[in-house]
Structures are given as C-alpha cells and as structure tokens.
C-alpha cells in the first residue's frame, strides 16, 4: 500500500500554492540550511500595505506544515504566514553539533531576515513554543509579540519530571519518537482529549513518514532539558497570549496559569475546552477563531504604536 502521507504531501503543496504559499529553501551558514513555507505578502485585494507577518513554530511529533495546515489557511488571506521546518524536522539540517533551542533561535532567526521579515508574531506550540520564549529574548527587535500554546519558556527538570510523571513515561524520546505503531497511537492518544477512532495502517504510515533523523533528534530533547538552578526568569517585553488546551495532559491548565503569573499582567490566557496539546489539530476553527482575533488586537495595537 501506499504510503497515504507520500500521497498527501503533493496534494497539499498543491493546494497551498493555490492559496498563495510557497515552499523555500534559505541557507542559514554553509552547513545548515532551514526550509520555510512563506506566504505572500499582498493581499488579494492588491491593498499597498504589506501584511503583518506571523511565524508558526511547530511540536516535535510533526513538521511545520502538518501541524499548522488549518492555521495557515485560514489566515493566509490577511497575513503573511512564514512556517519553518526547525532543524532536523522536514527539509531542516546542519552538519552543527549544537541541539539547543537557542541554536535554533538564532537560525531561525537568520532565515526569516533572509526572506525580509523585519517585525513579526510567532505563534508556538510545545517544543516550537520553548524555541519561541528563545528567540523573543534573544531578538526583541525581531519578535514584536506571542502566542503561545501548550508550552513553557524552558523544560526545567522539575517542570520535565512532573509532565512526564503524569504521561506514564520515562523520558521524552520514549514518548516522541515511537519506534511501533503502538507507540504512535499512544503518542496522539495522550495528546489529544479524545483520539478518533483512526485505522491501524494510518498510525503505521505516520512512522514511516515522521520519524526521521531520529539521533538527532534524541539530541535535541536531551539538550531541551535543563537544571532547575540554570533557569533565570526572563524579561520578556512582548505581548505573550497563552491560547491552551483546557485538557491538556502534558502541560496541564495549572502549568498555564503558573507560566501567565511568571509572564506578568501583560500577558492573557485563554483555553479551549475539550482538546489537549494538539489543541491546534483537534479543534482546528475554535483555535483559529481565538488566533485570529488575538492577532486582530496585536495588528491594532501595534498601529497605534507607530
């Protein structure tokens, strides 16, 4: 049988061409290269002022496009939408030995001036969330606000430990990066409220298809965690949105408010009701209702700025 994610790749390309996004490849340094699916940059309307630009970070269980397809079309009209592959995800590598976010950030970071994108929005989930907080601390001239879902600023040991405690696993390669087909059910079971009922040779096909450069990638989560003492609170002087999958297992509604009272009063929480980390995919027109009307008052605020 086919593989269906061999099948649906080309169909997506296709689709997302029609709505005005391209695939390209930007060279960060000789030896490391980011992939970036990029929007246009007028509106179809052919309005003269260039679109706000919002950046999407994805999880580590896909690559940016799978994660971010119904976001994407959904505001590709008003926006322009940038959404990387991070390193060893899709058309991502380096020939680096640094796994850290903050390598991350930086090449992200790099490829995005690369295309010209001078001020933007990220919107992060999960691991693309923690490489987000990075990259707003590292470049606030770059990153004018955030929202994000299902995350944290750093994967502190404790913060680790209590998440995966609750998942019933013993490390996050175990979890995310399933070598059978049992394990990527589990893997979506956990990340989900509810998980629809889904053929076994679906969850076979995602293996085949997602689980690549998996010694890279156990390099990254090893390097993702760190000691409790190593992590300062940072000032971040971006707006911050927490958008949440009010059952959320992995990182649950307390670790929300918790992240929001770490943030300050700048920042807003907001939840979605049944739906878990994959808030994003599994209630797709809730999340972006909430999105676009967050990035509505980002836009505002930031024309009454200027």
Request: aromatic share 10%; with cysteine.
């Amino acid at each position: 049988m086919v593989n269906i994610f061999a099948v649906y790749r080309p169909l997506l390309r296709g689709l997302l061409s029609l709505a005005g996004v391209r695939s390209k490849m930007v060279e960060i340094e000789p030896g490391t290269a980011m992939h970036f699916w990029v929007g246009n940059d007028v509106a179809k309307n052919k309005q003269t002022k260039p679109k706000h630009a919002v950046v999407f970070l994805h999880g580590f269980a896909a690559d940016g496009i799978i994660t971010w397809q119904f976001q994407v079309f959904a505001l590709a009209r008003n926006y322009r939408v940038y959404v990387p592959d991070l390193l060893f995800f899709g058309g991502s590598l380096t020939d680096k030995s640094d796994r850290s976010p903050e390598f991350q950030a930086e090449c992200l970071a790099q490829g995005l001036r690369k295309l010209g994108v001078e001020r933007c929005t990220l919107v992060g989930l999960s691991y693309g969330g923690m490489v987000g907080f990075k990259m707003a601390q590292m470049y606030p001239e770059l990153v004018e606000s955030m929202v994000v879902t299902c995350s944290v600023m750093a994967l502190t040991e404790s913060i680790s430990g209590a998440a995966l405690q609750r998942i019933g696993f013993n490390s996050w390669p175990e979890y995310l990066l399933p070598d059978s087909v049992k394990g990527v059910e589990l893997l979506f079971d956990v990340a989900t409220y509810k998980l629809p009922k889904i053929p076994n040779f679906i969850f076979k096909h995602y293996l085949e298809a997602m689980f690549d450069n998996r010694k890279e990638k156990v390099e990254l989560l090893k390097a993702l965690v760190i000691d409790d003492k190593d992590f300062t609170l940072p000032n971040y002087p971006q707006r911050v949105h927490l958008l949440w999958g009010g059952n959320d297992n992995i990182f649950t509604m307390e670790v929300a408010k918790n992240l929001k009272r770490q943030l300050g009063d700048t920042a807003t929480l907001q939840y979605i009701e049944k739906a878990g980390h994959l808030v994003e995919m599994e209630r797709p027109f809730v999340y972006n209702k909430h999105l676009k009307e967050i990035l509505a008052t980002l836009v505002e605020d930031g024309h009454k700025k200027q």
